[in-house]
């Protein structure tokens, strides 16, 4: 299960910023790969940011749209099941609902970017970004 929250309004400009999260439960945290995905009015959902599972100690693997690169950035604690988007400079196209999306990976290398590959899914956070 999923849990997302954090969505706001704030405004574009002056460094808006939000950190969304999304709780996760029922199953090993640390062998899920999260991602967030959004969708606006009228378009198709799109992806966001990935982390993978960990290798080493502290170490995963992200992977950013290329729109939000620089902007926003995931991450994830394994001790409280949780992950996180942080997302700064925010700009009125980045307004939409926000997803997050868990999938059971084998490998930290494996860090899925398209929605099919993701079998279980949050309800969504709204962000509202004014001009």
């Known amino acids: 299960q999923l849990q997302a929250s954090g969505g706001g309004l704030v405004q574009a400009g002056g460094g808006g910023s939000l950190r969304l999260s999304c709780a996760f439960s029922?199953?090993?945290?640390?062998?899920?790969?999260m991602g967030w995905f959004r969708q606006a009015p009228g378009k198709e959902r799109e992806f966001v940011a990935a982390?993978?599972?960990?290798?080493?100690?502290?170490?995963?693997?992200?992977v950013y749209a290329d729109s939000v690169k620089g902007r926003f950035t995931i991450s994830r604690d394994n001790a409280k099941n949780t992950a996180y988007l942080v997302m700064n400079n925010l700009k009125p196209e980045d307004s939409a609902v926000y997803f997050c999306?868990?999938?059971?990976?084998?490998?930290?290398?494996?860090?899925?970017?398209?929605?099919?590959?993701?079998?279980?899914w949050g309800q969504g956070t709204q962000v509202t970004v004014s001009s």
């Open positions: 029922g199953r090993p945290f640390r062998m899920y790969a």
């Open positions: 999306a868990a999938q059971y990976v084998r490998t930290s290398s494996i860090v899925p970017t398209a929605a099919g590959s993701y079998d279980n």
């Open positions: 982390i993978g599972r960990s290798y080493g100690n502290l170490y995963y693997k992200s």
